[in-house]
């Protein structure tokens, strides 16, 4: 069989979704037109030192009124899907839901519309991190049992909305980032760390609930007559054993455990995977009998965001802060003998390793009862220079090689036997990469921010444009400033 490099169309079967995925708050700025509420993003990055640049998402790459010229360019690409979000202080500006906001249906309404004119699938996600403030600051957020219903009630309305022309629906992104991220290191919204042994895992533990209560509410009323599909996304780095050390082992079941299994294990099995009941005692909540039921198969697929690769080994003293203190291990980069996992990409966090990818979902459709996947995220980045041509940027071999890499994963896991439906690539286009601003690069499209927000397909935006066409890869370069071939 031919080697990941060789990855082509034809490795993946007919109906394989092919799509880009972004973020609402990441893209659309245009923050506080049209009776958009504010978001715990809106003002934890205004808020100074939260942000490496000092940016914030207010313009982002401005798609909210570019929404039509991105779809073009998408379609141009040869994309089938496109991923994105909602804004939920769009739709109910303070998140109690008395209220919808006409306006922001309008735009989604129009985002949507032109997709499928365009024969892109709109894949949408209900929530990416931009909890509304209101709901934060009156009501506690996600530390709250409350807004498990007012999640529900943003949910229905996009439902009844959005449901006669949108099928496929994911509830919630890496709750695990909001909960480790936002509740325990506070280098995310809404920013708190001082309580990282109990907080974190009450912030999960409502995601779980009100992802539940979404699925709960679509199922009820409109699956039967929209007929689409919802799920949740998780992410999950691979992690392998650092050495043969039994220790080690255990050390990577319990990662796995910690990540995946703290999400997917109550929607699954019902409850926390044991291993965290056992360390993390009252601090984890439990569930009710009730809300067990409701959690049971609260799933249609799983959306997976994978990106990268760790060695783990048993650390009885964890450096990484408090989340890997509980699970008494660290996360290495470097094999014993010296040799990196694998090559960096821009952001310090982020290894390629292409074997990764197909291990994770092996270990999923194994645990979790090969239930279908879409690889919802999957990409690198670019450092931003301050002295770069636009040149430079645009011949990035290295995404290309990882694209091709990764793509090569997943056609072996699917040769494996794991039931993948299709692979979003992350990101359509550089936008604003959270704590870090605008200083990483994850597009497959170029943004010129110093020049009108311009937009350049990048290197890899015009290989995979090939690829999807099933020719030949190196027929996709990129000429310089856009001036693009896409025949
Ligand atoms: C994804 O999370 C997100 O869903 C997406 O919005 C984001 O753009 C993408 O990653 C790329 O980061 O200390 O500031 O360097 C993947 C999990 C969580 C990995 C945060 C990087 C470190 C952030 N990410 N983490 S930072």
């Not at 931003?384 to 995404?399: C, G, M, Q, V």
Request: with cysteine; hydrophobic share 35%.
């Amino acid at each position: 069989k031919a080697d990941a490099g060789e990855v082509s169309r034809n490795d993946f079967p007919a109906g394989f979704v092919f799509g880009v995925a972004t973020s609402a708050y990441q893209v659309e700025g245009a923050t506080n037109e049209d009776g958009k509420g504010d978001s715990i993003w809106d003002v934890f990055s205004r808020t100074k030192g939260n942000i490496k640049d000092g940016s914030n998402g207010d313009i982002a790459v401005d798609q909210y009124h570019r929404y039509k010229e991105d779809v073009e360019l998408i379609a141009k690409l040869g994309f089938g899907a496109y991923r994105f979000s909602i804004s939920w202080s769009r739709i109910f500006p303070d998140g109690f839901g008395n209220k919808v906001n006409e306006k922001g249906i309008v735009y989604y309404n129009h985002l949507i519309d032109y997709l499928l004119k365009k024969g892109i699938q709109p894949y949408v996600t209900l929530y990416h991190w931009d909890l509304p403030y209101t709901l934060h600051e009156f009501v506690g957020g996600w530390l709250s049992e409350k807004v498990v219903e007012y999640f529900a009630l943003y949910a229905e309305v996009c439902f009844a909305r959005f449901g006669d022309r949108v099928k496929h629906w994911m509830t919630i992104n890496e709750p695990l980032q909001t909960a480790i991220n936002g509740y325990s290191i506070g280098i995310f919204a809404p920013g708190r760390h001082d309580n990282p042994y109990k907080e974190p895992y009450l912030a999960a533990h409502y995601q779980i609930l009100a992802h539940a209560a979404a699925v709960d509410v679509y199922r009820k009323k409109f699956k039967a007559t929209q007929g689409g599909e919802i799920g949740l996304v998780v992410d999950c780095e691979w992690a392998e054993a650092f050495s043969d050390k039994e220790q080690d082992k255990i050390a990577v079941e319990r990662r796995l455990d910690f990540q995946l299994g703290w999400f997917l294990d109550p929607i699954f099995y019902g409850d926390y995977p044991a291993v965290m009941r056992e360390r993390l005692g009252d601090h984890l909540p439990q569930f009710t009998q009730r809300e067990k039921k409701l959690l049971r198969n609260s799933i249609d697929f799983v959306g997976l965001n994978h990106y990268t690769s760790r060695l783990i080994a048993h650390a009885t003293c964890a450096t990484e802060g408090p989340f890997y203190e509980v699970q008494e291990l660290e996360r290495i980069v470097n094999w014993q003998g010296g040799d990196l996992i694998g090559e960096r990409a821009a952001s310090d966090w982020l290894y390629i390793v292409p074997w990764g990818l197909r291990k994770v979902l092996n270990y999923i459709a194994q645990k979790y009862k090969n239930t279908p996947i879409y690889v919802t995220e999957n990409g690198m980045d670019d450092e931003e220079k301050e002295t770069a041509i636009i040149k430079e940027f645009l011949s990035d071999e290295k995404r290309i090689e990882y694209f091709k890499g990764y793509l090569g994963a997943v056609a072996q896991a699917i040769r494996d036997g794991v039931d993948i439906r299709g692979y979003f690539a992350w990101s359509f286009l550089d936008n604003f990469e959270w704590a870090q601003g605008y200083t990483k690069r994850f597009g497959l499209v170029y943004v010129d921010y110093k020049d009108g927000l311009k937009r350049y397909p990048k290197s890899s935006a015009l290989w995979f444009s090939h690829f999807l066409k099933g020719k030949s890869v190196d027929e996709a370069r990129t000429e310089p400033h856009g001036s693009v071939n896409f025949t």
